[in-house]
């Protein structure tokens, strides 16, 4: 009979002792077979039992008049009840991860970098490709704020809800001095050397019917900046937690930008960082999300055939690594096309931050220089072309921070 394959009640059996997850991805390895249980004489009819929700599903479709019915009848065929064990009807088949399942109990502590594991069976993602970082405690409000205080977040709301005079065009960018709530194009501004100016990009709306702009420095008071709110919001941890988990000598926090969106109907997964020695990464973390939403972003394994989807959580961070392949998720909070009467602070925005940090030498300079220094001013502007060789922002051996950069010595390079 069936029971005495599908049923392991000794649990000698590794098989049938697996999460239904991994059995699932044993594609092609399960197969059943049918056995006679008696002689088949000539002539005589073999019946499959369709299962009662099958026949219930039949009896329901005939009992209909049939103008009322649809053209076709289609219906799962059912399985015995019995046919498999019940570790497998009773468990998820969905994927889940282990470190970001119960954060109130068993929270990330600060500067703590982990790799993210699957619930089920305690295996890793990809050591290259999901990692979480804990954060200081409150930092994600604090930075928040320092952002609101600097305008940010104003322009923002301005920007995704296409006020007047910040209405960018698919793939277009301008560039805006910001400070408290004056934003202005910088043209407006031009005189005062001394205000933060910064770029927004407004990336494939019309290709992808995305809302969505990354923002970031465009000069130098704005470069430095933001730099010196992410330290004094605690963000050192985070980085030097990297420097010490991976054994690096230095690292480098060589671009920054926020990541603002309302909607989402595509996109593509992809990785920022690629080929630089393992000595990269893209450090990704929330400052305004959108309660009771979907995950937000899909997070690929390293065998590619998985992707997990993960919400945005305050106080931790995801650095994802070379070849660290994620992807937006396709969400509506808003979307201005729609043209609804309300107005830009009743609009619900998410943003995200990313830092990439790197230990930068002479085995990948030349890597990163070409992944980030693009003629474009946008989303990766020229102004960073000699930041690397400027400054590290945590060395193993001295004070370097973001608020006090130190030297890393790659002038020579060049």
């Known amino acids: 009979s069936s029971r005495s394959f599908f049923h392991d009640d000794d649990g000698n059996n590794p098989f049938l002792q697996s999460h239904p997850i991994d059995v699932m991805e044993r594609s092609g390895k399960l197969a059943l077979e049918y056995v006679a249980l008696h002689e088949i004489h000539p002539n005589e009819e073999i019946l499959l039992d369709y299962g009662p929700l099958w026949d219930a599903a039949w009896r329901s479709y005939v009992n209909t008049h049939p103008y009322a019915r649809p053209s076709l009848f289609r219906h799962p065929i059912g399985v015995p009840s019995d046919l498999y064990p019940k570790k497998w009807l009773h468990t998820t088949d969905k994927y889940e991860i282990a470190e970001l399942a119960d954060l109130e109990s068993n929270p990330i502590s600060p500067g703590s970098v982990v790799p993210l594991t699957w619930a089920h069976n305690g295996k890793l993602l990809g050591s290259k490709y999901a990692y979480a970082i804990g954060l200081e405690k409150g930092f994600s409000d604090k930075f928040l704020q ?9 322009l923002y709301r301005k920007l995704l809800t296409e006020q007047e005079g910040y209405h960018l065009q698919s793939d277009a960018f301008g560039v805006y001095s910001i400070g408290g709530d004056n934003n202005q194009t910088a043209s407006a501004n031009n ?25 970031a420095a465009w ?20 980085v030097r937690g990297l420097g010490e988990r991976f054994g690096y000598d230095n690292m480098t926090c060589f671009h920054a930008s926020y ?36 995950p937000e972003l899909n997070i690929m394994a390293e065998n590619m055939n998985t992707i ?8 931790v961070a995801y650095a994802m690594g070379d070849f660290g392949y994620h992807q937006t998720i396709p969400s509506n909070y808003f979307d201005p096309k729609d043209g609804a009467d309300v107005s830009k602070e009743d609009v619900p925005i998410r943003v995200v931050f990313g830092a990439y940090c790197s230990q930068i030498d ?4 030349a890597m990163i220089r070409h992944i980030y220094d693009g003629d474009d001013p946008a989303p ?3 102004q960073f072309v000699d930041l690397p060789i400027r400054e590290i922002h945590w060395d193993k051996s001295t004070g370097a921070s ?4 130190g030297r890393n010595g790659l002038s020579e390079v060049y």
Request: proline share 2%; charged share 20%.
């Open 146 to 154: 320092l952002s609101k205080d600097a305008g940010i977040v104003d």
């Open 191 to 215: 005189n005062n050397e001394s205000s933060m100016e910064v770029f927004a990009h407004r990336y494939k709306s019309k290709q992808w019917n995305f809302n969505m702009h990354f923002v």
């Open 219 to 238: 000069n130098e008071e704005a470069r430095r900046s933001i730099l010196q709110a992410l330290g004094e919001a605690g963000f050192d941890t985070a």
């Open 259 to 294: 990541m603002g969106m309302t909607h989402c109907d595509s996109s593509v997964m992809h990785s920022d960082i690629y080929a630089t020695g393992d000595k990269s990464w893209n450090i990704i973390f929330p400052l305004i999300t959108v309660e009771g939403t979907d």
């Open 308 to 315: 997990v989807g993960v919400h945005y959580l305050k106080d």
């Open 362 to 365: 002479e085995s990948n300079v």
């Open 380 to 382: 990766f502007a020229d």
């Open 402 to 405: 973001l608020a006090t950069p």
